[in-house]
Structure formats: C-alpha cells, structure tokens
C-alpha cells in the first residue's frame, strides 16, 4: 500500500515541491543548529551582565548628575523583557547591582571596569561567529581580526539598544495616548511596525557583518525579515507561554529558567535567520550526515592512519 501511494502522481509531485524545503530542514539540523541556539543562549546570559555594567557605565558616565533619566532607562529596560513578576523581578536586581556598583566606583576604577564588561560581554559576538563559520562553511578568522569584529558588534549592540528599548515600549505608549478601538489598533499596528524595522535592522548588521565572507543586501534581507518578524511575535506571545505554563516556577532559579528559555528561542531565531539565508540564497549544501559524522567521515576519507593525529598534521 506504501509503495503504491509513493508511485501516485501527486505523492510525487508533492515530493518535488517539497524538496527544498525538505533539504533546508536537513541542513538547519545537520548544522547543529539547536545545538548552537542552546550555546548562544548560554553566552547570553552570561553577558547579561557585563553588558549592562559597560552599558551602564557609558550611561553613568554621561547622565552623571541626571538620576531621572537614568531612572527612566533602567525601567525601559527592565519592562523591555518578558511582563511577568519573576523576569522583571530578576532583570532588576540585574540592572540595581550594574548600577549600584558603578556608583561606588569612580575615575580609573569605573574605567577598568567598563574595560573588563566590554571584553566580556563580546564574547558573545564571537560565540555567534563560530556558529556562521559552520552556517556558510568558511574559515575562521585571526585572533586579532576576530575580537576586532567582537568589539564592534558590541558597540553597535550597545548603541542600537536605546533605541530597540524605545521600540519594544512604542505600541504600549501609542495604545495609553490614542483613544477609539480603530484609533487603539492603528498605534498597535503602527508600534508594531516600528519595532519591527528596528530588529529588522539589527538582524541585518548581525548578518552582514559577522560571517567572514563578503555579504550583501540582495542575500541578507530574507533571513533578516523573516528573523525580525518571528521575534516580534514571539516577544507579544511569550509573556503569555510564561503565565500558562511556568507558573511553579519562582525566584532566582524561576528568572534564570525564564530568561535561558528567553534567550534560546531568540538563539534559534538568530540561526534560522542565517540558514535561510546560507540555502535559499546563497545556495550551501546540507552536509550528508550530522556535524560530528560528517567531520569524522571527513577524517576518515583523508587516508589517516592514526586517528590520533590531527588532520593538518598528516600528509595529504
């Protein structure tokens, strides 16, 4: 009975137009990608905090003597996560200690400390290099070059931040100003819009300028619209995941789940931004079995004699 539904016309058929398709999930999974999703979430959360410090820090440092607006970018920011107590909870304590310590420091302590937030929170940019050296299969960068990249995603990170804050809070501003159900929806729609464009053009500098090959608008903006519009609802519907089904948890532990779990669907969508671009534009291949396979199958063609001795080392 299988067989003779696989010989049918329209089985066929929906196998050819599928393929693409079918071979771009074979890729995504080969990749490792929600291995790497898991990995970026990891870096994430652990540059949570230096890139409030550095953040922060910079902030401190120009609104020295203004705690209203300090004020009123610690709260943008604490309300930019998801809307339940125990993120918010978390993401304040988070915020209070990176300002909090910063104002006990000052001068070259202050500055060393910046310095140190700056380092560590860009090694997130480099954790996300390794993923799309493996995405769009080419070499790695020099150390030099590398860190070089880090540290100026990091500060175009640091810059876009304000403004992805304004964004994320325009249609919640619009909706509280403009009175009338039609009037209401418009200023959702409008907010909404807005947001978008903006993590639309932060997906755009991610994959523009991270993989260590020459891109371009023609063979990014498909990965990034489609990255962009997948967060904007998946920060509209998450608020409403963590109330439903993750009620039991609580405290520290709660806010570190919550947030893990935050930062890994943002991963993943970081990555599937990627890969769409990489095969549908791009046109790279799926690997013919999985990341670990694949290389060892790769170690083993290569005529090694000793499984020990790495490939660069043998004579090829």
Known sequence: MIDNLKSTTAFQQGQQRT?????????????????????????????????????????????????????????????????????????????????????????GLLAIGIIFALFGSSRLFIAIDKCMNIIYRVPERPFLKENLLAFGMLFIFIIVIPVMLAASSAPALLLSIIPGGGGRFGAFLGGFLFSLLVAFALFELIYWFIPNKKMNFKVTWCGALVAA???????????????????????????????????????????????????????????TDGLGSYVSQMHDEHGVADQKIPLNQQNL
């Open 19 to 107: 393929k693409p398709f079918r071979r771009f999930f074979r890729k995504f999974l080969n990749d490792w990608s929600l291995n790497f999703a898991a990995m970026l979430a990891y870096n994430l959360l652990i540059a949570l905090l230096p890139i409030a410090v550095a953040l922060f820090g910079i902030l401190g440092l120009i609104l020295k003597n203004n705690d209203e607006a300090r004020e009123n970018i610690k709260n943008k920011i604490i309300h930019s996560f998801p809307s339940d107590n125990t993120t918010q909870s978390g993401i304040r304590q988070v915020v209070d200690l990176a300002f909090g310590q910063l104002s006990k420091d000052a001068g």
């Open 229 to 287: 519009f997948t967060l904007e609802i998946f920060i509209i519907l998450f608020p409403l995941y963590v109330r439903k089904f993750m009620n039991n948890y609580a405290g520290q532990i709660g806010f570190a789940v919550i947030l893990l779990l935050f930062f890994y669907y943002f991963a993943t969508i970081l990555i599937l931004g990627a890969q769409i671009n990489a095969f549908f534009f791009e046109d790279y291949k799926p690997f």
